[in-house]
C-alpha cells in the first residue's frame, strides 16, 4: 500500500474529534493497494499504536514532524509501521527514525536464542522476532534499496515502542543484547522522548519526505559491487552459443534504451527448455549488471528457488540477498526504477500479483504489466512447459501482447543447447513424447550414451537404486505426484509416512519453512544432503537439479488403452483440482515433465498404477522386466 503521510499533530487533532479519521484513510490506503478489507487486529493497531506514538511526540514538542504509517519497503510486501522523516537537531542534515510499534503487554526471550520471544495472549501460539532485531532489518533494508540514502547510512535510526507494556513485563527482552537501548515500553516514554529530541526535529521546508518517496528503489552501488564479487567469484559461469547471444543482446539492448533516452524501454525474451541454461544466463547477467553499477534486481516466482539463491550465492555477505526478491514485489515500483529486471522461472508469472483473476473486483493490475514497467529492459527466462499451476500465465504470447499494447519491442533467443539431462536432447524429446506435450506420441527410449532411464519394480527397489548411487557421491532425491495427504509432524516432531505403497512408507518434506530435528525446511530440500528421504513435489522440486532423479508416477496421471487418463479425483493438490477438466489433464501433464527433468544423469520411474507401470517398462525395456541398478 502507498504510505499515508501525515504529522502527529494532525493525528492527536484527528483522534480529538473523530477518532477514526486517520484509521479511515489508512483503511482507504490499504484496500486501494490490496483490492481487500485490513484485518481487525491491523485495523487496532491503525488506532491504538499509531496514536500512543503520535501522542508522544505531540507532547515531546515534535509534533510537527512528517510521519509515513505503513510505509512499503522497497521490492518486497513488508511495511514499516511508521518512518519519521525530519533533520538532525544539531547538524540539520536529513534523519530519518523508522519505529516499529507492538501492541504486546508482555513478552519474553525463549531460551537459547539471541532474536527470538514469546508473547503471552498471542494465538497462535509461536516464536516471534524480537522487535528491535525486527526494525535493524527493516533499516539495513530501507538503506540498502534507496538510492536517497546511499552512503548515509548514519541518518537512519531505528527504535521499538511497547506502549502497552511495563518494564517488568518485558524484562528479557530489555536485557538482551540486541535491545542495545533501542527498544522503549510505557514505563520509558521519557527516554524514547529523550532518544527521539536527540536525532530528529521537524524539518522547516517539508521536502525531505518528498524526496525519499521520489527516491529511485534500487539497490544501492556497493550492494551492487558485493553481488558483483559473490556471484561473479563464487562460481565461474561459460556461456556457449546460444547462452551468450542471449547474455550481448540483454547488454547491447541495455545500452540501446541508454543512448535513445526519453523513457525507452525494450524486453528480451529468453526461452529454452529444462537445463537449457537459463539461470546460468539470469545469474550471469546479475553478477555483470552489478560489476558495471547498473541497478538490477532478480525475480522469480518460486520461494524455494530464491532462498536457495540467497543462501547458495549471498549466505555471509550483508545485504547482497536483497537482490533476490519475487514477481509480486513490484506492484508499487515506480517505472525504471531498475535499468534490467531479470525475471528467472518466468513460466510462473501470474495474472496479479495478489492472485485475483483478472478481471475480478479484488484484482490489481496484472502482473505483467507491473514487471514491464519496473525496469528499462525486463528479461523473461521461461519454458512453456514448465507452467504447472492454475492461474499461471508465464508465455512468449503473453509477454508478447502485452508488449504490443505498449508499443514495445521484444527481442526473442530460443536456447538450443541441453545441459541438464546429461545434455540429452533425446531424454528431453522422449519426455515430451511420452506425456503427450509434443505430437506423434510416445516411442522405445532406445539410450544416447548420456542419460541413464530405468525403471523400477518397486518404490523400495527405486530408492535402493538412488541410495546407492549417493554412495558413489552423488546427489539423489525422490519425488512424487501430489495423490497422498501432506499432514503436519508429530508432536514429537517426527514425520508422519503420509505416502504409502505397499509396506513402503515415506514422509512428504517439510512444509513449512523452518527445520525439524535436523531436516531441512521445504525451501532448501533440494539442495540439504538431509532431503533424501523425505518425498518431495512439484512445489520443492521445480527449479532444481541433482545427479539422479527417481519419480513416482501417482493415480492422477495413469495409461489407459492407447492413451493418458487425467484424474483429478487423485490428487490432493487443492490449487491444481480448482482447474477445469481440461487445464487439469495439461497442468498434470506438465508437472510430471518438470519432475522427470531433474536429473543429471539419469531417472529411475515407479508408477502405483499396474497397467501404467506395464507402459513404462515397455517404452524403457520393451517390455521386459529390465530393472533399475
Known amino acids: 500500500m502507498t504510505a499515508l503521510r501525515r504529522s502527529a499533530r494532525s493525528i492527536v487533532e484527528d483522534a480529538a474529534s473523530d477518532p477514526r479519521q486517520y484509521v479511515e484513510e489508512l483503511k482507504e490506503a490499504y484496500f486501494f493497494a490490496n483490492q481487500q478489507r485490513p484485518s481487525a487486529a491491523e485495523v487496532a493497531s491503525w488506532r491504538e499504536s499509531l496514536y500512543a506514538l503520535a501522542a508522544l511526540l505531540t507532547e515531546t514538542g515534535l509534533g510537527d514532524l512528517e510521519m509515513l504509517l505503513e510505509y512499503p519497503l522497497p521490492l518486497c510486501s513488508l511495511r514499516a509501521d511508521a518512518v519519521l522523516v525530519g533533520v538532525h537537531p544539531q547538524t540539520r542534515e536529513p534523519a530519518y527514525v523508522v519505529v516499529e510499534l507492538k501492541q504486546w503487554s508482555a513478552a519474553r526471550t525463549i531460551s537459547g536464542s539471541d532474536d527470538l520471544c514469546e508473547v503471552r495472549g498471542l494465538k497462535p501460539r509461536r516464536a516471534q522476532l524480537h522487535p528491535v532485531a525486527q526494525v535493524r532489518r527493516y533499516c539495513a533494508y530501507l538503506v540498502d534499496l534507496t538510492r536517497e540514502l546511499e552512503g548515509h547510512e548514519d541518518r537512519v535510526s531505528g527504535v521499538a515502542f511497547l506502549h502497552n507494556a511495563?518494564?517488568?513485563?518485558?524484562?528479557?527482552?530489555?536485557?538482551?543484547?540486541?535491545?542495545?537501548?533501542?527498544?522503549?515500553?510505557?514505563?520509558?516514554?521519557?527516554?524514547?522522548?529523550?532518544?527521539?529530541?536527540?536525532?530528529?526535529?521537524?524539518?522547516?521546508?517539508?521536502?525531505?519526505?518528498?524526496?525519499?518517496?521520489?527516491?529511485?528503489?534500487?539497490?544501492?552501488?556497493?550492494?551492487?559491487?558485493?553481488?558483483?564479487?559473490?556471484?561473479?567469484?563464487?562460481?565461474?559461469?561459460?556461456?556457449?552459443g546460444e547462452q551468450q547471444k542471449a547474455f550481448s543482446l540483454v547488454l547491447r539492448t541495455l545500452a540501446e534504451v541508454h543512448r535513445q533516452g526519453n523513457g525507452r524501454k525494450e524486453i528480451v525474451l529468453v526461452s529454452g527448455g529444462p537445463g537449457s541454461g537459463k539461470s546460468v544466463i539470469a545469474l550471469s547477467l546479475l553478477g555483470e549488471l552489478a560489476r558495471r553499477g547498473h541497478p538490477v534486481a532478480h525475480a522469480t516466482g518460486s520461494k524455494s528457488f530464491t532462498r536457495t539463491l540467497q543462501r547458495t550465492l549471498t549466505e555471509g555477505r550483508s545485504g547482497t540477498g536483497k537482490l533476490f526478491t519475487y514477481f509480486n514485489s513490484f506492484g508499487k515500483a515506480r517505472a525504471n526504477d531498475l535499468d534490467v529486471l531479470i525475471l528467472d522461472e518466468a513460466h510462473r508469472l501470474r495474472?496479479?500479483?495478489?492472485?485475483?483473476?483478472?478481471?475480478?473486483?479484488?484484482?490489481?493490475?496484472?502482473?505483467?504489466?507491473?514487471?514491464?514497467?519496473?525496469?528499462?529492459?525486463?528479461?523473461?527466462?521461461?519454458?512453456?512447459?514448465?507452467?504447472?499451476?492454475?492461474?499461471?500465465?508465464?508465455?512468449?504470447?503473453?509477454?508478447?501482447?502485452?508488449?504490443?499494447?505498449?508499443?514495445?519491442?521484444?527481442?526473442?533467443?530460443?536456447?538450443?543447447?541441453?545441459?541438464?539431462?546429461?545434455?540429452?536432447?533425446?531424454y528431453e524429446a522422449w519426455v515430451l513424447r511420452l506425456l503427450g506435450l509434443e505430437p506423434g506420441g510416445p516411442y522405445r527410449w532406445q539410450g544416447d550414451g548420456k542419460f541413464t532411464v530405468r525403471v523400477a519394480g518397486s518404490p523400495a527397489e527405486l530408492e535402493d537404486v538412488l541410495r546407492a548411487k549417493r554412495a558413489e557421491d552423488r546427489t539423489a532425491r525422490i519425488t512424487a505426484g501430489f495423490c497422498w495427504p501432506w499432514s503436519p509432524p508429530n508432536r514429537d516432531g517426527t514425520l508422519v509416512d503420509d505416502i504409502v505403497i505397499g509396506t513402503w512408507r515415506r514422509p512428504w518434506n517439510i512444509a513449512s519453512p523452518e527445520p525439524l530435528r535436523g531436516l531441512p525446511p521445504s525451501d532448501l530440500w533440494a539442495t540439504d544432503p538431509a532431503g533424501f528421504g523425505q518425498i518431495g513435489c512439484i512445489y520443492t522440486a521445480q527449479g532444481f537439479e541433482y545427479d539422479w532423479n527417481g519419480v513416482i508416477f501417482g493415480p492422477d496421471l495413469v495409461w489407459r488403452g492407447d492413451n493418458w487418463h487425467a484424474d483429478r479425483s487423485e490428487s490432493w493438490d487443492k490449487a491444481l483440482k480448482a482447474a477445469s477438466e481440461t487445464d487439469f489433464g495439461r497442468l498434470i501433464r506438465n508437472t510430471y515433465k518438470v519432475l522427470l527433468t531433474r536429473g543429471m544423469a539419469g531417472t529411475v520411474l515407479f508408477s502405483t498404477d499396474p497397467e501404467t507401470q506395464d507402459r513404462l517398462r515397455e517404452l524403457v525395456h520393451g517390455g521386459a522386466d529390465g530393472g533399475a541398478g
Open 166 to 240: 511495563a518494564d517488568d513485563d518485558v524484562a528479557s527482552l530489555l536485557a538482551a543484547p540486541v535491545a542495545c537501548d533501542r527498544l522503549f515500553t510505557r514505563t520509558r516514554r521519557e527516554a524514547f522522548a529523550a532518544f527521539l529530541r536527540e536525532r530528529i526535529a521537524p524539518d522547516p521546508d517539508f521536502r525531505l519526505v518528498d524526496a525519499l518517496l521520489d527516491s529511485r528503489r534500487a539497490p544501492a552501488t556497493r550492494l551492487l559491487d558485493a553481488a558483483a564479487d559473490e556471484v561473479l567469484g563464487r562460481r565461474h559461469f561459460t556461456l556457449l
Open 351 to 426: 495474472e496479479t500479483s495478489n492472485g485475483a483473476p483478472a478481471g475480478s473486483k479484488w484484482a490489481l493490475r496484472r502482473q505483467i504489466d507491473e514487471l514491464i514497467d519496473a525496469a528499462r529492459v525486463p528479461v523473461f527466462l521461461l519454458d512453456e512447459h514448465q507452467v504447472v499451476r492454475p492461474g499461471e500465465t508465464g508465455t512468449a504470447a503473453v509477454i508478447g501482447k502485452a508488449a504490443a499494447e505498449r508499443g514495445i519491442i521484444v527481442r526473442h533467443v530460443d536456447l538450443d543447447a541441453q545441459f541438464r539431462c546429461g545434455g540429452s536432447r533425446a
